[in-house]
């Protein structure tokens, strides 16, 4: 199953509302899960389930879809939310991840 | 706390071996789906392999089926991952993680991550 992330690239202000897109090549029904990795370090999980906040990931944080479309938004971009995100579907072997989406400081 | 410390890394020429090794603490070592994931410099990430939480299922990317083997040993707490025929294309940090879980879909997730040990594959 492929996961195509859009945009590969974005350029955002502290503040801004951000959102990333995870299309899955087939249905994966809720599947999904979104990770946040800094430069340097491992990924951390954020979202799984596709919509499931982990323990300790600010509330600004949120995901939606189901199916092949899903969305992670940040409601208001914070100078530690500047990272890259990639989502990654769990429905089948090979499990795979999108490309990631660099975000940016304007 | 959950702590994943993987090591064994290093430059190896092309066609030769290396073991990497995951030592983990802090959960219930056989409770745990374990995984490899490894990131090439500069890429995203690409899921290598994964082992069930009693070590009979293991499952692999096509890229290394045939070359990679994982591992694990409930007495060691340490998890494996024995590389061998090594190309170029399979220089990469390599992360071991944990999914919290023994079934799906929960151990299908990447919940625990080590700080990962790059491996070189070069002549």
């Known amino acids: 199953i492929q996961l195509t992330q859009s945009p590969s690239f974005l350029s955002a202000s502290v503040g801004d509302r951000v959102t990333i897109t995870c299309r899955a090549s087939?249905?994966?029904?809720?599947?999904l899960a979104w990770y946040q990795q800094k430069p340097g370090k491992a990924p951390k999980l954020l979202i799984s389930?596709?919509?499931t906040l982990q323990s300790g990931v600010p509330s600004r944080f949120s995901g939606s879809g189901s199916g092949t479309e899903f969305t992670l938004t940040i409601s208001s971009l914070q100078p530690e939310d500047f990272a890259t995100y990639y989502c990654q579907q769990l429905n089948s072997y090979p499990l795979t991840f999108g490309g990631g989406t660099k975000v940016e400081i304007k | 706390q959950v702590q994943l410390v993987e090591s064994g890394g290093g430059v190896v020429q092309p066609g030769t071996s290396l073991r990497l090794s995951c030592a983990a603490s802090g959960f219930t070592f056989s409770d745990y789906t374990l995984h490899w994931v490894r990131q090439a410099p500069g890429k995203g990430l690409d899921w290598v392999a994964t082992?069930?939480?009693?070590?009979?299922?293991?499952f692999y990317a096509d890229s290394v089926t045939g070359r990679f083997t994982i591992s694990k040993d409930n007495s060691k707490n340490t998890l494996y991952l024995q590389m061998n025929s090594q190309r170029a294309e399979d220089t990469a940090v390599f992360y071991c993680?944990?999914?919290?879980?023994?079934?799906?879909?929960?151990?299908?997730?990447?919940?625990?991550w080590g700080q990962g040990t790059l491996v070189t594959v070069s002549s």
């Open positions: 389930a596709a919509s």
């Open positions: 087939q249905g994966i029904s809720s599947y």
């Open positions: 082992i069930s939480s009693d070590g009979i299922q293991k």
């Open positions: 993680a944990a999914g919290r879980g023994r079934s799906f879909p929960q151990s299908r997730y990447f919940d625990y």
